[in-house]
């Protein structure tokens, strides 16, 4: 099971060499913390490149969506968007 460490800038920094094996062979996600709030994540190779396959078929989706919609008010557009996701919630 992949574990998710969150750890601090300092610590990571202290232990780069260690934390890039967890993340190599364990195949664990750390998340770096620096005044208490995530500003990074070191995830393995795979992963990252499952993510950025699945942003750029987010980012085609919205291009497709903003399409079908450009010729829709922006009101009209978001009381239709509002309607869906209160039906799909009744559901």
Known sequence: MT????TSAVRFRQNL???????QYRHDSIVINKDGKP???LVD???F???QRMQARFETLCQRIE???????????MAEIDAAVA???RR
């Open 3 to 6: 574990m998710i460490t969150k």
């Open 17 to 23: 060499g260690e934390m890039l094996n967890q993340v």
């Open 39 to 41: 500003v990074a994540a």
């Open 45 to 47: 190779a795979r992963l």
């Open 49 to 51: 490149e499952r993510i």
């Open 67 to 77: 399409a079908g919609y450009k010729n829709v008010p922006e009101e009209e557009g």
């Open 87 to 89: 039906a799909e919630r």
